[in-house]
């Protein structure tokens, strides 16, 4: 073969040499080739000067950068970011069809990822997943209540429970049955997409929208409008950390609006501004009671046309500006103690394709006083010959047989919806006058009843260490042995609102109470037991208050006695009509120490 190769003859020279430009690519072509990363070289010398060639101190500025999300380096992101950049949240069905084939808990990472189809995995407390819905405005149909029922008792505990965003959960779903629960909650035309972790929460509204007399304007379109935006935008369901929403529509029933990370309240402005007269919302912002923080006024007015943009670019901004290197820093709050209000909006304004308006809270007119526990009784509404009755549920906990019967109520007394609160107690709408004391009865005999006491109809409480991990105390059990306790002993003339959290996470919003209670642990005779800080003086709305912390570490067993002794104090010296919120605030922490430690 060599000799083959060597007798050929020498391979004649090309008759058409390259021409002058076809010698120009090919060298810049080579030289490209050459230069660091294949790039034309563009660099900056030790004296600030721009060099094409590389020099001692030139880096090559045409070189791909580091890459980053939203700006921040992957290894300064936190790895709960980083998982999201592997996988979209979104993306992990596959994940969640292989553990309930193989019924097995998941990892950390699986944990995380699953919360953004609504699965919570809640062990040790209890070893299954808890299924939390998205409702949006509160409203649900009595199909879907019958449906729930039905998923809760074949794949639940038999029972479910009502949030403080007007929302609804099962427990007890073995992972085995966690595909089989999401498939059903879509037939009945729910989702629990985006429920939990890093996403929008369920978009709340007014539980009278529509029905209240006193309202300025009904906010389940807006709510529900939001709803479907976030649902719909795959870039929304990887922010920072969670984002609440709420709509107020200005009635006599409260939406809690500034306990949101973002809430609208409608208004009335009068002739005398520079805007048209008529129905607006002012735009509130960062409220986080977990931090003791209610939203604050952005100096915006809104048409209601405006709000679902504006709120959706807002989102949008936090979700590109947030932080995502401390997941204690991530919240909202902290975009807007680092930016202030006027770059937040400056940044809001660049998204938007109208201008935002401003005009101060003192250019609106006073709304409609909240009713306190307006949320329970019965109601007039501005259907005529039309009420709602709103039921007390005991710290929210329904049992299937329950949800059923509320559902038939529903059905054939009103117009076959119910509405879900932020007190965890729902509304039965559109019942007609000749059908009211039926009802009553009726839910009576389901252990519901549709009035009760000034304590026990202000009750709130999370789930507590029965189910949840984080969680130091027995929280709905504590709640209900207290108000039984207390509702003997103690004759108030006034509501009272006694909010019982189980951690700092504050999922019963303890800082709004009139009085508070943070779960925690002390020691009693050598042993740790269940105990409370103790918070008074809460409010929100017109109210509002943080509530101050009175006591630390009250063990469960004495704590009944405390608080007989702090409301009877309250009675013994208040002022003639005053509530419990304004004689806590009126003394300062040390002075009521001594109060009821007389």
Same mark, same amino acid.
């Given at each position: 073969?060599?000799?083959?190769?060597?007798?050929?003859?020498?391979?004649?020279?090309?008759?058409?040499?390259?021409?002058?430009?076809?010698?120009?690519?090919?060298?810049?072509?080579?030289?490209?080739?050459?230069?660091?990363?294949?790039?034309?070289?563009?660099?900056?010398?030790?004296?600030?000067?721009?060099?094409?060639?590389?020099?001692?101190?030139?880096?090559?500025?045409?070189?791909?950068?580091?890459?980053?999300?939203?700006?921040?380096?992957?290894?300064?992101?936190?790895?709960?970011?980083?998982?999201?950049?592997?996988?979209?949240?979104?993306?992990?069905?596959?994940?969640?069809?292989?553990?309930?084939?193989?019924?097995?808990?998941?990892?950390?990472?699986?944990?995380?990822?699953?919360?953004?189809?609504?699965?919570?995995?809640?062990?040790?407390?209890?070893?299954?997943?808890?299924?939390?819905?998205?409702?949006?405005?509160?409203?649900?149909?009595?199909?879907?209540?019958?449906?729930?029922?039905?998923?809760?008792?074949?794949?639940?505990?038999?029972?479910?429970?009502?949030?403080?965003?007007?929302?609804?959960?099962?427990?007890?779903?073995?992972?085995?049955?966690?595909?089989?629960?999401?498939?059903?909650?879509?037939?009945?035309?729910?989702?629990?997409?985006?429920?939990?972790?890093?996403?929008?929460?369920?978009?709340?509204?007014?539980?009278?929208?529509?029905?209240?007399?006193?309202?300025?304007?009904?906010?389940?379109?807006?709510?529900?409008?939001?709803?479907?935006?976030?649902?719909?935008?795959?870039?929304?369901?990887?922010?920072?950390?969670?984002?609440?929403?709420?709509?107020?529509?200005?009635?006599?029933?409260?939406?809690?609006?500034?306990?949101?990370?973002?809430?609208?309240?409608?208004?009335?402005?009068?002739?005398?501004?520079?805007?048209?007269?008529?129905?607006?919302?002012?735009?509130?912002?960062?409220?986080?009671?977990?931090?003791?923080?209610?939203?604050?006024?952005?100096?915006?007015?809104?048409?209601?046309?405006?709000?679902?943009?504006?709120?959706?670019?807002?989102?949008?901004?936090?979700?590109?500006?947030?932080?995502?290197?401390?997941?204690?820093?991530?919240?909202?709050?902290?975009?807007?103690?680092?930016?202030?209000?006027?770059?937040?909006?400056?940044?809001?304004?660049?998204?938007?394709?109208?201008?935002?308006?401003?005009?101060?809270?003192?250019?609106?007119?006073?709304?409609?006083?909240?009713?306190?526990?307006?949320?329970?009784?019965?109601?007039?509404?501005?259907?005529?010959?039309?009420?709602?009755?709103?039921?007390?549920?005991?710290?929210?906990?329904?049992?299937?047989?329950?949800?059923?019967?509320?559902?038939?109520?529903?059905?054939?007394?009103?117009?076959?919806?119910?509405?879900?609160?932020?007190?965890?107690?729902?509304?039965?709408?559109?019942?007609?006058?000749?059908?009211?004391?039926?009802?009553?009865?009726?839910?009576?005999?389901? /252990?519901? !009843?549709? #009035?009760?006491? +000034?304590?026990?109809?202000?009750? %709130?409480?999370? @789930?507590?260490? =029965?189910?949840?991990?984080?969680?130091?105390?027995?929280?709905?059990?504590?709640?209900?042995?207290?108000?039984?306790?207390?509702?003997?002993?103690?004759?108030?003339?006034?509501?009272?609102?006694?909010?019982?959290?189980?951690?700092?996470?504050?999922?019963?919003?303890?800082?709004?109470?009139?009085?508070?209670?943070?779960?925690?642990?002390?020691?009693?005779?050598?042993?740790?037991?269940?105990?409370?800080?103790?918070?008074?003086?809460?409010?929100?709305?017109?109210?509002?208050?943080?509530?101050?912390?009175?006591?630390? /570490?009250? !063990?469960? #067993?004495?704590? +009944?006695?405390?608080?007989?002794? %702090?409301?009877? @104090?309250?009675? =013994?010296?208040?002022?003639?009509?005053?509530?419990?919120?304004?004689?806590?605030?009126?003394?300062?922490?040390?002075?009521?120490?001594?109060?009821?430690?007389?």
């Amino acid at each position: 073969m060599t000799a083959l190769l060597e007798s050929r003859p020498a391979a004649a020279a090309p008759s058409n040499p390259f021409t002058p430009e076809q010698k120009e690519y090919l060298e810049g072509f080579f030289a490209g080739l050459a230069s660091p990363g294949g790039l034309p070289f563009v660099g900056v010398t030790t004296d600030g000067r721009l060099s094409a060639t590389p020099s001692p101190g030139a880096a090559n500025l045409a070189a791909p950068s580091e890459r980053t999300c939203f700006g921040t380096p992957l290894a300064d992101l936190t790895k709960q970011e980083r998982w999201k950049l592997e996988e979209h949240p979104l993306d992990s069905w596959d994940r969640l069809l292989a553990h309930a084939e193989q019924d097995k808990a998941p990892n950390e990472e699986d944990t995380f990822r699953f919360r953004y189809f609504g699965l919570f995995w809640v062990g040790p407390a209890q070893n299954s997943f808890m299924l939390r819905c998205r409702v949006p405005a509160g409203e649900l149909t009595a199909f879907q209540l019958a449906g729930l029922a039905d998923l809760a008792d074949q794949w639940g505990g038999g029972y479910a429970d009502l949030t403080t965003r007007a929302n609804l959960q099962i427990r007890q779903i073995a992972p085995r049955n966690t595909v089989k629960v999401l498939t059903q909650l879509q037939e009945l035309g729910l989702t629990a997409r985006g429920s939990g972790v890093d996403n929008v929460r369920n978009v709340t509204a007014s539980p009278t929208a529509g029905i209240d007399p006193a309202e300025l304007i009904d906010t389940r379109p807006l709510a529900k409008a939001l709803h479907h935006y976030i649902l719909n935008h795959r870039e929304l369901y990887s922010l920072p950390r969670k984002f609440n929403v709420a709509f107020d529509g200005g009635g006599a029933v409260s939406a809690l609006a500034d306990t949101n990370d973002l809430g609208f309240v409608a208004v009335r402005v009068g002739p005398e501004q520079a805007v048209a007269p008529g129905v607006y919302f002012r735009c509130e912002l960062a409220g986080v009671t977990g931090h003791q923080q209610f939203a604050r006024d952005a100096g915006l007015l809104l048409k209601p046309s405006e709000c679902v943009a504006v709120a959706a670019a807002m989102i949008r901004v936090f979700n590109e500006h947030g932080d995502r290197t401390d997941r204690k820093k991530a919240r909202f709050k902290h975009l807007l103690d680092r930016w202030g209000p006027a770059r937040f909006l400056q940044e809001t304004e660049r998204k938007l394709a109208f201008p935002l308006t401003r005009l101060p809270r003192e250019g609106c007119l006073p709304g409609h006083p909240p009713i306190p526990h307006g949320h329970l009784g019965v109601y007039k509404q501005a259907q005529k010959g039309r009420n709602y009755i709103g039921v007390l549920v005991p710290v929210g906990r329904l049992q299937t047989r329950q949800m059923r019967r509320l559902s038939e109520l529903a059905l054939h007394y009103g117009s076959g919806s119910l509405r879900l609160t932020p007190w965890q107690n729902l509304l039965l709408p559109d019942i007609p006058d000749g059908f009211v004391e039926t009802v009553k009865r009726s839910v009576v005999r389901l /252990g519901l !009843p549709y #009035s009760a006491g +000034p304590i026990a109809g202000g009750l %709130v409480a999370c @789930t507590g260490s =029965a189910g949840c991990k984080w969680a130091a105390t027995n929280t709905k059990a504590h709640a209900l042995s207290l108000a039984r306790y207390l509702e003997k002993r103690v004759r108030l003339d006034q509501p009272l609102n006694i909010h019982v959290t189980g951690c700092p996470n504050s999922c019963a919003q303890h800082y709004v109470g009139d009085i508070g209670l943070l779960g925690a642990k002390a020691t009693l005779s050598g042993e740790q037991v269940e105990a409370y800080h103790v918070v008074l003086g809460g409010g929100y709305g017109p109210n509002q208050a943080v509530g101050k912390e009175i006591f630390r /570490g009250v !063990p469960v #067993s004495v704590l +009944p006695q405390l608080l007989e002794r %702090v409301l009877g @104090t309250y009675l =013994a010296r208040r002022e003639a009509g005053e509530s419990f919120a304004a004689f806590t605030r009126r003394h300062d922490l040390k002075r009521l120490q001594e109060l009821f430690s007389e």
